[in-house]
């Protein structure tokens, strides 16, 4: 009732305003707001997958109902978000989604939009629709309208909250939904061929990619430092070396991202080409779309532009651990000190050289003082982590979208999209991997140097695992869900030469291991492969 709904929004009004340290003090205490939290969990259970009242016609929903439910969806966002708690806290007990559900996506999804009432996303962060949305292509509205699944009660969870749903069982099904696209594309798309210098992959890439088709397949030549086009057929496996060389510039060598202090995750620059940053979201893209991992970092604040989220005072934390330290000590100062500082409405800008933001209307006239400098402390946040960057994010947003459904991405929060472009980051399991591997050229897992390999490797410390896992295939992280995801699987590759370094063709996940005459001689070669790059041979 009305009594339910005023709860809900007075909460999520105070989880939007209060920073952690206040709202751990605050009326509501964790204890009280995780009990909130079961309670809304529970009731969504009942009325989004057991009653589906949105979907039953023995449960006709008035839309005083349906409004309360997407209230409590959206408070539930907001407190799963903001709970220090275990990821199956919100898990719904006995509730299984299968790959197969992907099989009969697409078609009319109007239904998944169905609790997107009075424009708030129901994950507790006013959806704002990036600037290109507004106008965008047919073809583009369409690529965002396929669904996650035609049984509604899936579409709708998913599409209100996902996180009931355990991770592994989201992350299968977006594989089997961009694996049964790819399927259906490879026999009404064409393919693309492309060449590139090594000398100029940025440029080359961006010319070829920068427009068009980006769901087709792609098959790449690459000219060489001499000018010589390197010998090969692309069967994919060029294709993956050219996104990995295409990410080590774009996002590192060019420019157009900066590192964040405390966590050196990338961020478009705001003052970079947008037309550059859009290409960077569809290389981004592309990899998702191919299954294949890039090594790339996004800051959180970043990622929750990127999935048309809003950012808010706390996710300042993941931008400028500084600032976000300096306004919380502002908030606590008292009317004498706020008044000595000598603030006003106006933020110095990063975009454009010229005259400070004003954050209000003649706000360089207006001083912060105490009445208003929790609002103060707000507008900084806002313009710092929406404002600024809202050119480049809507860039970037739009070359993703290019590639993958935003209502698919939607399906998980910015630290779960990271772990599907770059991988897992738990540690790397060798009996995974050991499970998971080709062997070629002579070698087999029973031989005693094979094993002699797997105990050796089982007993590097975790970095160095990780520049194993990234000499062999370009990303120092395993795929989610295991390496029997990864495409192509590891192979192991015998080289009867044994005065030669380990090499690996990155672009097959392939090692090329020499055969030595003892132990001690096979580590020192390997960490010495490893640890300067030796590899990447052409053969």
């Known amino acids: 009732g009305a009594a339910f709904v005023l709860f809900c929004k007075t909460v999520s009004h105070l989880l939007l305003t209060l920073d952690n340290e206040a709202l751990s003090s605050a009326d509501l205490t964790p204890k009280e707001l995780l009990a909130v939290a ?16 949105l979907h039953s016609s023995a449960h006709a929903a008035t839309f005083e109902r349906v409004y309360a439910t997407s209230v409590a969806a959206r408070l ?74 035609k049984e509604p009660r899936v579409a709708q969870v998913l599409a209100a909250v996902p996180f009931v749903v355990p991770f592994p069982q989201r992350v299968a099904l977006f594989g089997a939904l961009v694996e049964r696209t790819r399927r259906s594309d490879d026999v009404v ?31 790449v030549t690459f000219v060489n430092e001499a000018g010589h086009e390197e010998a090969g057929i692309d069967g994919g496996g060029v294709f993956k070396e050219f996104l990995d060389e295409v990410a080590k510039v774009a996002f590192v060598e060019d420019e157009l991202f900066d590192a964040t202090d405390k966590t050196t995750t990338l961020y478009p620059r705001p003052s970079a080409n947008p037309a550059h940053v859009e290409f960077c979201g569809r290389v981004v893209g592309k990899a998702l779309y191919e299954r294949v991992l890039i090594e790339p970092q996004f800051a959180s604040f970043f990622l929750n532009k990127a999935l048309g989220r809003h950012n808010y005072f706390d996710d300042l934390e993941s931008f400028d651990p500084q600032l976000y330290r300096s306004l919380l000590t502002l908030k606590r100062l008292s009317a004498d000190d706020v008044a000595a500082l000598g603030l006003t409405f106006e933020v110095t800008s990063k975009t454009k050289k010229g005259p400070d933001v004003e954050l209000v209307p003649q706000g360089r006239h207006v001083r912060v003082d105490a009445d208003n400098k929790t609002r103060y402390v707000q507008l900084v946040a806002h313009h710092r982590l929406n404002v600024e960057p809202a050119t480049a994010s809507s860039a970037f947003l739009r070359g993703l979208r290019a590639a993958i459904p935003m209502r698919w991405l939607r399906m998980f929060d910015p630290t779960e999209l990271q772990h599907l472009i770059s991988g897992d980051d738990k540690p790397i399991d060798i009996g995974d991997l050991q499970a998971n591997v080709h062997y070629a050229g002579g070698y087999h897992p029973s031989q005693p140097y094979v094993q002699a390999f797997w105990d050796l490797l089982a007993s590097f410390d975790d970095a160095t695992k990780a520049k194993f896992l990234r000499f062999v295939t370009s990303c120092s992280r395993p795929p989610l869900l295991g390496f029997q995801r ?54």
């Open 38 to 53: 079961a309670a809304l969990r529970d009731a969504l259970y009942r009325d989004l997958w057991v009653v589906q009242i």
């Open 486 to 539: 990864l495409r192509p699987l590891v192979c192991i590759h015998k080289v009867n030469d044994a005065t030669r370094l380990p090499t690996s063709g990155t672009c097959m996940n392939l090692l090329k291991l020499p055969q030595y005459d003892d132990p001690a001689t096979l580590k020192s070669k390997l960490l010495y492969a490893i640890h300067n790059a030796h590899g990447f041979e052409l053969s």
């Open 189 to 219: 798309r064409g393919g693309l061929r492309v060449t590139i210098r090594r000398t100029h992959v940025f440029e080359d890439a961006y010319a070829a990619l920068s427009q068009g088709d980006l769901k087709a397949r792609v098959q």
């Open 76 to 149: 539930l966002n907001q407190l799963r978000d903001r709970l220090r708690v275990a990821p199956d806290f919100f898990h719904w007990k006995g509730v299984h989604l299968s790959e197969q559900l992907a099989d009969d996506a697409g078609g009319d999804t109007a239904r998944d939009d169905a609790m997107d009432l009075d424009e708030d996303d129901a994950r507790g962060r006013r959806r704002r629709p990036a600037d290109d949305e507004e106008d965008d292509g047919k073809e583009k509205r369409s690529l965002d309208s396929v669904a996650l699944s």
